[in-house]
């Protein structure tokens, strides 16, 4: 065996502070130290030329390196090493620079620790193994989770770099909550006239597959190469045949809760999920159907004007497709208000989530846009109560970002409707952030008819409905007042979406604290998720509002395109685990302990299997495998036992 | 125990020695922050990089002393900081485990410190390396059995 140990002198920053003349010395000594060499700056080019050059006429088996910390550049190091044909992993670096010579007073004890740091280098180093950087073949396709602006704008995205989507949407239109809305924040855009050509452009590309009405049943692989079972549920209509004229609608006999209107009003058994909504064909509701009860009804197959078009033999469906990259964009959803008796939510009177007053206020929602309470009366007065479940530790937290802007909005489309109407704000905190955010808020302090009303807690407001009304009581500098709201509307928080919670287990990723997708930095990587290959886009991850969720729609598609580039080998990184089958036992302890679900087990042999490709070298199973069968690449026992010893001799 | 709250015997020449497990990402960084911050911190500690506190084995700190070491240290990112999720957890519980062993071989509890320190905590590093060879000053050299 015969080591090289180069020292860099970093200028003074290192030779002034240790006497490496005396190091050297010591260091000449130790077993298998064949040489030493100095150089002033060996991070400069000179500096790698040289280290590069002496490399190849010495040839030695192992390399010490003393300079700085190897988190600065065992990288370079590496490649200069590998440039002259001795395997990058051979080589160890001592961190004389950060972790001696400027913390070190003592010039004599900084000698004796910078040669204790040599000696279990080299020591360390002779046991170090030659490793690869493996690569594998990756599929270049993309499952795209949720059809929602983030989803949307990820599988365009993709679509425009030639890659091949799959769109996988629970409901029967693609859109995600915005379509519902019929003005967006902060300019009053209408939300279907701004996301339908988006709709269309997905629907019309061909390199995009949407399923509607389906969920993601099964995923098993992993990054570059996972394989995912798609249920979709039958729709009873053959999108491909029907003209979505809507002929089969009025026929039907059935009327139940439209679940598209929040239950507001009704709808047939065979409907459409919202005017306009996209692809632009109604679907039968096989549990409402009077079909479902043994009945031959088939009104809507008589009325329909295309030949085939309503198939009552559609069937579930298991699709199965093979992708390389998965991204999550299921959505939020809003906090049960019902958590809060105080405020009188769902007890049939005029009290509203804010996507309820949504569609309320919507042309295609239940009222056709027109303001109306419940009992068909325009409303005098509306009150409109900020932070419902947000900011509150007893409910959530954080703060949910988007309701501020929105109930401006609510407060100037209903001075629009009805301008003699009084509005209340009741808040907690005024957030509206951003260049363009503060219009609308500035538009409703202007307001002649809306009042800004600060509470401390939301128990401090009771609301009880009254005849045409509901009284709210609230207090005000220890006084209790009251007001007449003949529309009470809640601005609940944003919390995750229903099946977050069955899809992160699927998929093997965490959800964060408040159950969102959890990202792998929360600064630098917002759009990627701790498990590689799968990536987070909008709501699912963060409340956001529709900017937010188009902008990680498209990182995600960038993560996407920069990690999986087609045609592009993926590289193994070789500080991976690695099992020692001999010595195996099959407690499937390491299995446990695994943070990335990266090992799996051979039933045949009864044996841990580590997945290079999800391993992230931790070494948390190797210190936890009670047989010392689990092996850490670059970490192994013997080579810390042996830095140990060295360290200390 | 006790001799943890004598003073420091000024004349007292015993230099103990300490080896410190440290986790790539968070203490390791901690313990280069220092290094660019240039304090000057006692000189007896043996930073071992390991990529995760996950992975610090109990049979290391076990070699660390059967090698000489008076002391051991375990840097690991503080909770929810961990660039692996989870390790810095397994390591609390794995020292926690390792406390009751050494407690049968009479070995002191001070003498096998966690700590967490952050990327950007290299005051901490300095100030747990210094309390750490106060600590072991006070309680003396290991002993070890005779047969080594």
Request: with cysteine; hydrophobic share 40%; glycine share 8%.
């Amino acid at each position: 065996m015969k080591i090289g140990v180069y020292f860099c002198k970093c200028g003074t920053n290192i030779a002034e502070k240790i006497d490496l003349e005396r190091v050297e010395k010591e260091v000449r000594v130790l077993p298998n130290v064949a040489y030493c060499k100095s150089c002033e700056y060996l991070c400069s080019e000179e500096g790698k030329t040289f280290l590069e050059r002496d490399l190849k006429g010495e040839m030695p088996d192992r390399v010490v390196i003393s300079a700085c910390s190897p988190r600065d550049y065992e990288r370079t190091f590496r490649e200069c090493v590998a440039a002259a044909t001795i395997n990058p992993y051979l080589m160890q670096m001592v961190n004389v620079r950060e972790q001696v010579a400027w913390v070190t007073a003592d010039p004599e004890q900084a000698a004796q620790k910078t040669v204790d740091y040599i000696r279990g280098a080299a020591r360390r180093v002779s046991l170090q193994v030659p490793l690869e950087e493996k690569e594998i073949e990756i599929c270049p396709d993309v499952l795209v989770v949720g059809a929602g602006p983030a989803g949307l704008k990820a599988a365009m995205a993709l679509a425009d770099s030639g890659r091949k989507v799959i769109l996988v949407e629970k409901t029967p239109v693609v859109g995600g909550l915005p379509v519902r809305y019929e003005d967006l924040f902060p300019n009053l855009e209408c939300g279907p006239c701004m996301l339908e050509p988006v709709e269309a452009e997905i629907l019309e590309s061909k390199l995009i597959e949407i399923l509607t009405l389906s969920e993601v049943a099964e995923v098993v692989g992993y990054c570059g190469n996972f394989t995912v079972k798609i249920r979709q549920t039958p729709r009873f209509v053959d999108m491909g045949k029907c003209i979505g004229c809507g002929e089969c609608v009025n026929p039907c006999p059935i009327s139940t809760p439209n679940e598209f209107n929040c239950r507001l009003d009704q709808r047939k058994a065979v409907a459409f999920a919202l005017k306009g909504g996209l692809p632009n064909a109604p679907f039968i509701d096989m549990k409402s159907c009077l079909r479902s009860t043994g009945e031959n009804c088939a009104l809507c197959e008589t009325a329909c004007p295309v030949e085939g078009a309503v198939n009552f033999d559609d069937l579930e469906k298991i699709l199965e497709r093979n992708v390389g990259a998965i991204i999550v964009a299921v959505g939020s959803s809003l906090y049960d208000c019902t958590v809060f008796p105080n405020l009188a939510y769902g007890n049939g009177g005029d009290v509203y989530t804010s996507l309820e007053f949504e569609r309320l206020l919507s042309a295609s929602g239940p009222t056709g846009g027109t303001l109306l309470t419940r009992a068909g009366m325009p409303p005098r007065s509306v009150a409109i109560l900020h932070c419902v479940g947000s900011l509150d530790e007893r409910h959530n937290s954080y703060c949910s970002g988007v309701c501020c802007q929105y109930a401006f909005k609510f407060n100037q489309l209903v001075h629009h409707k009805l301008p003699e109407v009084k509005i209340f704000h009741f808040y907690r905190e005024l957030v509206t952030p951003g260049k363009e955010e503060c219009g609308l808020f500035a538009r409703a302090v202007a307001h002649p008819h809306a009042q800004f009303i600060r509470y401390g807690s939301l128990a401090e407001l009771k609301v009880q409905a009254a005849q045409d009304t509901n009284l709210l009581r609230y207090q005000d500098g220890g006084a209790e007042c009251e007001i007449d709201a003949d529309m009470v509307v809640l601005c609940p928080a944003i919390v995750p979406s229903e099946g977050s919670k069955r899809l992160a287990a699927m998929l093997e990723t965490n959800l964060d604290k408040f159950g969102f997708f959890e990202e792998l930095h929360s600064r630098l990587d917002s759009g990627q998720s701790k498990m590689k290959g799968i990536f987070l886009a909008g709501a699912c991850q963060s409340p956001k509002d529709i900017q937010g969720s188009m902008n990680q729609g498209m990182a995600a598609a960038g993560y996407v395109l920069s990690q999986l580039a087609a045609g592009k080998k993926l590289k193994i990184e070789p500080i991976t685990a690695q099992v020692r089958e001999d010595a195996c036992s099959g407690c499937q302890i390491c299995r446990s302990v695994c943070p990335y679900k990266a090992i799996g087990f051979d039933l045949d042999h009864k044996v841990s299997v580590v997945n290079a490709l999800l391993c992230h070298g931790c070494g948390t199973c190797v210190a936890a495998c009670p047989s010392g069968a689990m092996n850490g690449n670059h970490f192994t026992h013997d080579q810390i036992f042996a830095e140990i010893e060295g360290v200390l001799q | 125990m006790t001799q943890q709250h004598q003073p420091i015997d000024r004349n007292n020449t015993f230099e103990p020695k300490i080896v410190g497990f440290l986790c790539n990402w968070c203490s390791y960084a901690g313990a280069d922050k220092a290094g660019l911050a240039q304090v000057p911190y006692p000189p007896n500690v043996r930073v071992i990089k390991v990529m995760c506190s996950g992975r610090i084995d109990p049979q290391f700190v076990l070699q660390a002393y059967k090698n000489g070491a008076d002391g051991v240290l375990i840097l690991g990112c503080h909770f929810g900081d961990c660039h692996y999720k989870q390790g810095n957890f397994r390591a609390t519980q794995r020292h926690r485990m390792l406390l009751r062993l050494l407690k049968q071989h009479g070995i002191e509890e001070p003498r096998c410190r966690l700590d967490y320190v952050a990327a950007s905590e290299g005051e901490k590093f300095v100030k747990v390396v210094t309390q750490m060879t106060e600590t072991l000053k006070r309680l003396g050299p290991l002993r070890r059995r005779a047969s080594k």
